[in-house]
């Protein structure tokens, strides 16, 4: 017999082997014909999973976030199954859930069309309608390897090679197999609604090395009442591309001859950009601040004794050598800062010294990633950094806070979400310093969040590798939510540095640095406000706020 805990502490025995299916329908016909997929002992299972020893469970309904992710997967491989069916030898990669919907990359001669995701739309439906079932199998990893190999799936192939488990499972469909962790929903005729939504290119595994995939992105839900609203919002933030309406008012564009990720700011842009900036400026003048500027490259060195070059090599542009020195653009402000710090001693009684500065950083990103001013490649950040004493900490970063609330409100988003990412369990090789330096700086800030009484969510493995923050994600007039303010505790950067301080008791003691941004990049910013009005800008911040129209007789 095996003890099966449910969520509200309730205690069943059943035989050996029974399957979370058959616990749900003990339970209740109701919750069986919601289930979708079980978690036994935090692990997400089929229903058709045996329980062979006492565990925890809580069966995974209709009604959840998890619940959705399960039949987005599933429905990825119901498109998987249509493809292979329309276009026989097609090289299947992966077909993971993102938010709002799924993909999944396939390698095709044919270049996909519209009138070809109708096609596997219908095909798809067919799978829906013959209620096949899902089946699990696993096989030993050089089983796993031969048999995609005799049925022509490379890249499969490619997978299994990189997993270290001795078995490796896969999924069923009727006669359509692929390699998956799973879970899945139990028989296709679950899915109630989908739609395919674009096709893109996508290198395989994101690298540029790798063959070109055609990229199928979908989404489905559970009833088309859900479906026909994401649509209608899909239409909305459609019409609000900043991309578009920044072409339209003639605010920005981007050229290849220039650069992927690198934008031009035209004449009206950049009049709305500087409104943004003096009113950044006035207001951290008004706030006790200094504005610094720093270079935009650097030696090589700085970011080796900074941790970047170890830890943050692959969002780095390679080294440019001059007179036989190597220099690097800058991905992050701070070293700059420290090293001005560093000009000179400074006393308790110097601090703090708060130093802003809208800096032009640049960081390598993937081209498929690249995305109008919302993902760019150099953008200048609305940085600040911080200088203070232990004692001062807590108020600094108060400070902080209100200052982030007062600009976001300023800019007419009122609504946000705030997280609190810290280092993941288990990947202590991710990060730089000491354990009781994260904690310090992690339980700094959280002291401050709950004195200001926000809500928060904590994200784990979400922390960049020097420090812990605050990251506050503003939601736009249609509900989205975008990268905005982060605050940053850093213990590292001082030590690695060696910055201190002069103390009231004449000794040297190591200085706390605040790493912020009040709005993130500028470019990134611009855009999310383009977005949240639709172009129709707050008078202040318009780049035309008025024209003259002349009257004739004949008006």
Not at 58 to 75: A, C, F, K
Not at 341 to 367: A, M, N, Q
Not at 428 to 443: F, P, Q, T
């Amino acid at each position: 017999m095996v003890k099966v805990t449910l969520p509200d502490g309730t205690k069943k025995e059943y035989k050996d082997n029974i399957t979370i299916g058959e616990v749900a329908s003990n339970i209740g016909n109701r919750l069986r014909e919601r289930a979708l997929a079980g978690k036994a002992s935090g692990v997400l299972v089929d229903l058709s999973f045996p329980i062979k020893e006492d565990i925890s469970l809580s069966v995974i309904t209709e009604d959840t976030e998890e619940g959705l992710e399960i039949l987005r997967h599933s429905t990825s491989h119901i498109m998987a199954q249509a493809v292979s069916r329309l276009f026989p030898g097609v090289k299947l990669g992966i077909g993971p859930t993102i938010e709002n919907g799924f993909y999944y990359d396939f390698g095709l001669q044919h270049s996909l069309s519209e009138e070809d995701l109708k096609k596997i739309e219908e095909e798809m439906a067919k799978i829906i309608r013959d209620d096949i079932p899902f089946k699990r199998m696993e096989l030993p990893r050089d089983l796993a390897i031969k048999k995609m190999e005799a049925i022509g799936q490379p890249f499969k192939v490619e997978l299994i090679k990189d997993i270290e488990d001795d078995t490796v499972s896969f999924y069923t469909q009727g006669d359509f197999v692929d390699l998956c962790r799973g879970p899945h929903i139990y028989q296709t005729g679950k899915v109630k609604a989908f739609k395919l939504l674009s096709v893109a290119g996508a290198y395989w595994r994101g690298k540029e090395t790798n063959p070109m995939l055609q990229r199928i992105y979908g989404t489905a839900f559970f009833t088309q009442k859900e479906l026909d609203k994401y649509l209608k919002f899909l239409e909305e933030a459609e019409k609000r591309d900043h991309r578009k309406i920044g072409r339209d008012l003639d605010l920005f564009s981007f050229h290849e001859e220039g650069g992927s990720g690198l934008t031009f700011w035209h004449p009206k842009g950049a009049r709305m950009r500087n409104i943004i900036e003096n009113f950044w400026r006035e207001e951290h003048f008004k706030r006790g601040y200094d504005i610094v500027y720093s270079p935009h490259i650097a030696k090589i060195n700085l970011w080796k004794t900074s941790g970047h070059w170890n830890f943050y090599r692959e969002s780095m542009y390679s080294p440019i050598e001059v007179d036989g020195q190597e220099y690097i653009l800058k991905p992050m402000n701070c070293p700059f800062a420290v090293l001005m710090y560093k000009t000179k001693l400074h006393s308790y009684r110097d601090l703090p010294l708060r130093w802003g500065e809208l800096g032009t950083v640049y960081r390598y990103e993937r081209s498929g990633v690249l995305h109008g001013l919302l993902r760019v490649r150099g953008f200048t950040q609305d940085d600040a950094h911080i200088f203070c004493t232990p004692d001062q900490l807590e108020n600094e970063i108060l400070g902080v806070i209100e200052l982030a609330q007062f600009m976001l409100s300023s800019f007419g988003f009122n609504e946000y979400e705030i997280e609190l990412s810290v280092r993941g369990k288990g990947e202590k090789e991710k990060y730089i310093g000491r354990d009781e330096v994260w904690d310090h700086a992690e339980n700094a800030l959280k002291i401050a969040l709950d004195k200001k009484g926000l809500k928060y969510t904590r994200m784990e493995g979400e922390a960049t590798f020097y420090a812990p923050a605050i990251d506050i994600k503003v939601k736009d007039a249609i509900g989205r939510g975008w990268q905005g303010p982060t605050i940053q505790v850093d213990f590292n950067l001082p030590e690695r540095f060696d910055v201190k301080y002069v103390g009231s008791d004449g000794n040297h003691h190591r200085v706390v640095m605040v790493h912020r941004t009040v709005l993130g990049a500028m470019e990134r910013f611009v855009g999310c406000l383009i977005e949240h009005y639709a172009g129709d800008f707050p008078l202040w911040i318009a780049p035309i706020q008025m024209r003259i129209l002349p009257i004739t007789d004949a008006h």
